[in-house]
T-cell receptor, first 114, second 114 residues
Framework: GAVVSQHPSRVICKSGTSVKIECRSL??????MFWYRQFPKKSLMLMAT?????????EQGVEKDKFLINHASLTLSTLTVTSAHPEDSSFYIC??????????FGPGTRLLVL | EDKVVQSPLSLVVHEGDTVTLNCSYE??????LLWYKQEKKAPTFLFML????IEKKSGRLSSILDKKELFSILNITATQTGDSAIYLC??????????????FGKGTLLTVNP
């Protein structure tokens, strides 16, 4: 199946700093990428949808100024958590969709804000 | 609002048993239904279903969609301890704009004991 990578896999940062997470589709071009957040023992919650070359569409309740998304190329999307706080600690997962409708997930990034 | 309901929420079986996981949905402009397996990291893709009544099969796993009843099942036969995971059902629909997005159920936690 298609491969999606995320980097870093785990990050610990101090409150107030910004953290950038990269999502790459390794063997296909992803016209659309999705960013999800998952709390312990909960399902995935969609944060935003990003289409290459255009602004991301954020879900209701997600602060676009706090979670900056850039989808600069067909293989790379980034999520920047700005001025992170402890409540932003979570498991962030990206997903990429290519020409067919199947969505493939990255391995996730576990963020811990102290 | 799109909704995906999975049942049961958790299930404990013995190796060799057969299990059936359920997924019902209400979604605007249905496109497809996807099943994922999630172990310690991000979900891995199992099946995508778009047509009613056609069974998708992969080894001991199979799935079928009933678009009339808005329902899908995932069957696992001759379960093994390695099947222990959270199984997520997700439905793709179209939002008010031009984006298609996945709505996830809460998942079924399957535990297979030796």
């Amino acid at each position: 199946g298609a491969v999606v990578s995320q980097h870093p896999s785990r990050v610990i940062c101090k409150s107030g700093t910004s953290v950038k997470i990269e999502c790459r589709s390794l063997d296909f071009q992803a016209t659309t990428m999705f960013w999800y957040r998952q709390f312990p023992k909960k399902s995935l919650m969609l944060m935003a949808t990003s289409n290459e070359g255009s602004k991301a569409t954020y879900e209701q309740g997600v602060e676009k100024d706090k979670f900056l998304i850039n989808h600069a190329s067909l293989t790379l999307s980034t999520l920047t958590v700005t001025s992170a706080h402890p409540e932003d600690s979570s498991f962030y997962i990206c997903s990429a969709r290519g020409a067919r409708e199947t969505q493939y997930f990255g391995p996730g990034t576990r963020l811990l804000v102290l | 609002e799109d909704k995906v309901v999975q049942s049961p929420l958790s299930l404990v079986v013995h190796e060799g048993d057969t299990v059936t996981l359920n997924c019902s949905y209400e979604v605007t402009n249905f496109r497809s239904l996807l099943w994922y397996k999630q172990e310690k990291k991000a979900p891995t893709f199992l099946f995508m279903l778009t047509s009613s009544g056609i069974e998708k099969k992969s080894g001991r796993l199979s799935s079928i969609l009933d678009k009339k009843e808005l329902f899908s099942i995932l069957n696992i036969t001759a379960t093994q301890t390695g099947d222990s995971a959270i199984y997520l059902c997700a439905v793709r629909g179209k939002d008010g704009g031009s984006n298609y997005k996945l709505t996830f159920g809460k998942g079924t936690l399957l535990t297979v004991n030796p």
